[in-house]
């Protein structure tokens, strides 16, 4: 999102500061900025860009200036591009001043979408002062259409392109709702006691989702006793099938147990995450026939689908950044190893039991 203008004042001369690209399609209001003129009060600083003198903010004010015949005005600089500046003098002329007009934010945000498509339709919304929906009628039409140009030459790669977007808080968050969804899930899954509203904003979807969500999960017929039987070894998938392994896990968690030949193909992201140990662990009635046996295949299901999400993820990993996110992927796999380690240790200390026995 956009840097924080300086905080610090400055004095700049009125005759050295120069028009802005304004949102406002009908141009200065000059009755406005007579009333700022006679009102007699101390103008609030404007916003000025640093390097070209060019106002972002503040014309109704500079031009008040003019009126009282001040030769001085108290500024403030910002920084950026200068589509970034646009993006700027729209958010600040939807929260001060005289309003934008609908058609002002709606024309405002036609010309946003078109340099900046990879920012969601609520950031783009809290800045032009409209609705969510509002810039998702637009995003749509825009797609349909020949991405709109700025005037300045940026980019204005279409907007329907992106496969991720940059939200209000500065995350990036997956398009496609599937994938959101999926997020979800898998929060809901790794963290049962955090609150709606915080997987709700962590995936990207609304609170309403994460709550009906929860509540199937919760449904989850786990200890009505009415499971289905287990189907005999030589209809499941023999040890060694990725693809069948990860559809008899995904069973397990999806919902009522259902045969083989019923469950939906994995992708090859989930089969190559799924281990062959996986059928023994759903072929095993102690583990399959009980609530944390079933908890168990859920959870492990999970972190396959977690790898399969970082796969993709890890990809758009900017080269400053893949240090750091390979140094997290290695701690997380240190204790994999240490509880693997555990696991194998408790078998060890099993079998001595028995064998003394």
Same mark, same amino acid.
């Given at each position: ?38 009102s ?40 950026g ?10 958010a ?58 700025s ?31 999926e ?9 049962p006691?955090?609150? %709606? $509203?915080? !997987?709700? #904003?962590? /995936?990207?979807? &609304?609170?309403? +989702? ?5 509540? =199937? @999960? ?24 990725g ?13 009522? %147990? $259902?045969? !083989?030949? #019923?469950? /939906?193909?994995? &992708?090859?992201? +989930? ?5 062959r =140990? @996986? ?45 750091? /996110? ?32």
């Open positions: 999102m956009l840097d924080e203008p300086d905080s610090e004042i400055h004095t700049m001369p009125v005759a050295s500061l120069l028009p802005s690209d304004s949102p406002r399609l009908g141009g200065l209001c000059h009755d406005h900025a007579q009333v700022l003129a006679e007699g009060r101390e103008l609030e600083p404007i916003l000025v860009h640093k390097a070209t003198g060019r106002v972002v903010d503040g014309m109704h004010r500079l031009r008040a200036a003019i009126l009282r015949g001040a030769r001085d005005l108290p500024v403030r600089y910002v920084e591009s200068s589509a970034d500046l646009f993006v700027r003098s729209v600040a002329n939807t929260r001060h001043g005289l309003p934008l007009t609908l058609k002002d934010r709606r024309a405002a945000v036609v010309r946003i979408l078109a340099s900046h498509p990879h920012w969601s339709d609520r950031a783009i919304a809290a800045v032009s002062g409209v609705s969510p929906k509002t810039v998702g009628a637009a995003r749509r039409r825009c797609s349909s259409e020949e991405s709109p140009h005037k300045d030459g940026d980019d204005t790669s279409g907007v329907s392109e992106a496969t991720a977007r940059v939200g209000r808080d500065g995350r990036v968050r997956p398009v496609d709702m599937s994938q959101r969804r997020k979800a899930r898998l929060l809901l899954a790794e963290r006691q955090a609150t %709606l $509203r915080d !997987v709700a #904003e962590e /995936a990207g979807v &609304s609170i309403s +989702t994460v709550h009906r969500m929860r509540r =199937a @999960a919760s449904a989850h017929p786990a200890d009505t006793g009415r499971d289905r039987e287990a189907p005999p070894a030589s209809s499941g998938p023999a040890p060694g099938e693809a069948q392994t990860g559809a008899v896990v995904v069973a397990c968690q999806e919902g009522p %147990l $259902r045969s !083989v030949s #019923e469950r /939906a193909e994995p &992708s090859a992201e +989930t089969a190559r995450a799924q281990p =140990a @996986a059928v023994s662990l759903y072929r095993d009635p102690s583990i399959r026939f009980t609530d944390s046996g079933r908890a168990l295949l859920r959870w492990l299901n999970g972190q396959s689908g977690e790898l399969a999400m970082g796969e993709r993820l890890l990809a758009s990993v900017p080269p400053h950044c893949m240090r750091a /996110a390979a140094e997290v992927a290695r701690h997380y796999a240190r204790e994999w190893e240490r509880l693997a380690d555990t696991l194998q240790r408790n078998e060890r200390l099993s079998n001595n039991l028995r064998g003394a026995r």
